[in-house]
């Protein structure tokens, strides 16, 4: 599973980016997606999660009514729309993939993932 995160960019505080997360190499519908999300100088966070086949999700409070997860089983795609963002949202952005179906209290453990993407860099500008 190979897993190609794109979207990134530089923005000013405010704005909105779309990022998306597009996986080759295997099947899907049984599989949760993430995206997290490390500062400089912090650890890697949760931002939020998306089942396949049923499209429930999870999100980090700090990001909720500002961002929103979706997918596209078509195009085995996921997309992470975040909208008025602000500079603490600087971070390069992963997606992840969970190759097995868990709870979603669990949704937001960096160790439930079993694929990676390279991340894609987000700025935020003041």
């Known amino acids: 599973v190979q897993l190609q995160a794109s979207g990134g960019g530089l923005v000013q505080a405010g704005g909105s980016l779309r990022l998306s997360c597009a996986a080759s190499?295997?099947?899907?519908?049984?599989?949760?997606l993430g995206w997290f999300r490390q500062a400089p100088r912090k650890e890697r966070e949760f931002v939020a999660a998306i089942s396949w086949s049923v499209g429930s999700t999870r999100y980090t409070d700090s990001v909720k009514g500002r961002f929103t997860i979706s997918r596209d089983n078509a195009k085995n795609t996921v997309y992470l729309e975040m909208n008025s963002l602000k500079p603490e949202d600087t971070a390069v952005y992963y997606c992840?993939?969970?190759?097995?179906?868990?709870?979603?209290?669990?949704?937001?453990?960096?160790?439930?993932?079993?694929?990676w993407g390279q991340g894609t860099l987000v700025t935020v500008s003041s």
């Open positions: 992840a993939a969970r190759s097995s179906p868990a709870p979603r209290a669990d949704w937001g453990s960096s160790w439930l993932y079993d694929y």
């Open positions: 190499g295997g099947t899907f519908s049984s599989y949760a």
